[in-house]
Structure formats: structure tokens, C-alpha cells
């Protein structure tokens, strides 16, 4: 996303150095040669119904409600690569706090209690704070997203509700390979979410949002799954924005999940003598 010449010279700055901020998420699947697989298709009966697949999936969903977690990210647009270490906490629909680490300090801070945004920027001694909606996300992550799709994807689960629409026939056939099963969930406006399960473990692998006419909007992919408290979670997760041409790879150090963490986590209060500055004055007309 560019950044208008209307913004302060400061907050271009701010805006630039914080794109690397987002841990979120997660790099396209499609560019792996992968052999042919020559397993005979299964037949329809021997396919296990959506149900089975998505059922014990929605079950962890409703149990990763709030994780804090250290991790490394890896950031690539047509422009600009980087990765970082971040420290992260999340709490399920929409809350969020990352801390990005320099090599002797924090960084900058980003906050989110589901309503207000805030970045702020020790070393410049100034904070931004405004309505945490998709475009002021994307100000400082240049990934238009809400508060709770980047809550979704943290928690490594795919950034919409694994539900299709009222009505429609969700539907499961046997991957192009042999290893996954695959399910789509029709959307809105002739759109469907895709998700690819493996086999074996049922585990979700990858998924894509794909338009009416067979275009890849964005996809994911979840590996390296591992045991935390009881629960199997993806320790890898890639994302990729096919029309932003931008791949973020994110792979947890360490994971800790936790049903009851306090609001004042998510709620930025800064030492006194920061200069704040409102994002939403600043929205572009």
C-alpha cells in the first residue's frame, strides 16, 4: 500500500518502518514441483464427509481463544524484505499486542483492544493512535486486514469462519496429489474458501480464497504442527496476497496458550511526555 505525500514526513517514516510489525502470516503453496502422484481416486463413498473434517477443527477452534508466543518473521513485496523477531499476544475475536525487538531494545509496540489502534516508537518518543479498522492496520502493515483476521491467522487458523454460506452445499473431493482432501466452503458473491486437510492426520494444510472466476485472491498454509498443552498447533504459518505480489513467513519459537489474559495488555499506555498523534485526522479523503 502506498503511503499518501499528504501524511506528515514523520508518519511516512513510522509507516515504512513498521510494515515488518505484523506477524501475521504465511507463503504461497503453488511454486513446489511435486511429483505426480499415481494413487488410484478414491471413490466417493470412501470419502469422509465435511462434517468429519471440519467438526474436530471448529472443536480446536473454540479452544485457541488467547496465546503469547516469540517468533521470527519474514516479510517480501515487490519492494522491500526483511524479517524480524517479535514477541506476540492474542486474544480471541480481535485483540492483539506485538512487540518488535532491536538488537539492544523494544522497538515499537502495536496494541489492539478491538476498537482503538496504537504503534508506538520508543526511540522517536511518539505513539499513533485511531480506530483500528482495515485502513489504519494497513498504514502501519501494509496488509488491509481487520483486527480480528489478523487474530485469526496468529492463531493459526485461516482469516474467515470455516462455515459456508446459509444454504450452500459444501462440498469434498480427494486433493490433485493423493495426500490432501479438500473442502470448499461457497462464499458470497460466487466466491469460495478452500481448505485442504491431509489424509492422514486431518490436520489443515493449506487454504486460498478464490473469486467467481477461478482466481486466486489469497492463500495460506499451515506446517509443523506440534503439541501444546493438549492441542496439535501449526508452528509455521505462511500468507501471500496475490495482488499485492507480498508473502509473509511466520514461524513460532515458542507458543503458551492462555484463556484469561488482562485488557491492559491490549491497551497502549505509554510513559508520560509522548507526543500522540491521531490517526484518524489523518485519513485520506
Known amino acids: 500500500m502506498s503511503v499518501s505525500p499528504d501524511y506528515p514526513q514523520q508518519w511516512q517514516r513510522h509507516v515504512v518502518s513498521s510494515l515488518f510489525l505484523l506477524l501475521i502470516i504465511v507463503y504461497a503453496d503453488g511454486c513446489t514441483a511435486r511429483r505426480p502422484s499415481h494413487r488410484p481416486p478414491l471413490p466417493p463413498s470412501s470419502l469422509p464427509s465435511a462434517q468429519e473434517l471440519l ?3 471448529k472443536t480446536r477452534q473454540q479452544h485457541l481463544t488467547g496465546l503469547r508466543g516469540l517468533t521470527r518473521l519474514t516479510y517480501q513485496d515487490r519492494q522491500e524484505r526483511g524479517s524480524l523477531t517479535q514477541a506476540v499476544a492474542i486474544a480471541a475475536p480481535d485483540r492483539f499486542r506485538l512487540e518488535l525487538f532491536s538488537l539492544l531494545s523494544v522497538a515499537a509496540i502495536h496494541t489492539c483492544d478491538g476498537q482503538t489502534l496504537a504503534a508506538y516508537f ?6 499513533y493512535r485511531g480506530a483500528a479498522n482495515p485502513l489504519s492496520i494497513a498504514r502501519f502493515t501494509r496488509l488491509m486486514l481487520s483486527a480480528r483476521e489478523i487474530t485469526r491467522l496468529l492463531l493459526g487458523l485461516p482469516p474467515f469462519p470455516v462455515e459456508g454460506e446459509s444454504g450452500a452445499t459444501t462440498t469434498v473431493r480427494l486433493g490433485p496429489h493423493g495426500g490432501t482432501y479438500r473442502v470448499d466452503l461457497p462464499k458470497s458473491g460466487g466466491s ?3 481448505l485442504w486437510f491431509d489424509t492422514n492426520t486431518k490436520h489443515l494444510q493449506r487454504w486460498a480464497v478464490i473469486a467467481a472466476d477461478g482466481s486466486t485472491q489469497t492463500q495460506g498454509k499451515l506446517a509443523d504442527y ?3 498443552q493438549g492441542l496439535s498447533f501449526p508452528f509455521s504459518i505462511t500468507l501471500s496476497d496475490t495482488h499485492g505480489a507480498q508473502h509473509i513467513s511466520l514461524v513460532y519459537k515458542n507458543v503458551e496458550f492462555s484463556q484469561a489474559l488482562p485488557d491492559s495488555l491490549f491497551r497502549l499506555t505509554p510513559p508520560s511526555g509522548v507526543q500522540e498523534i491521531d490517526i484518524d485526522a489523518h485519513q485520506p479523503h
Open 122 to 127: 520508543p526511540r522517536d518518543n511518539v505513539i
Open 192 to 194: 469460495v474458501a478452500a
Open 226 to 228: 506440534r503439541q501444546v
Open 55 to 57: 467438526g474436530p477443527f
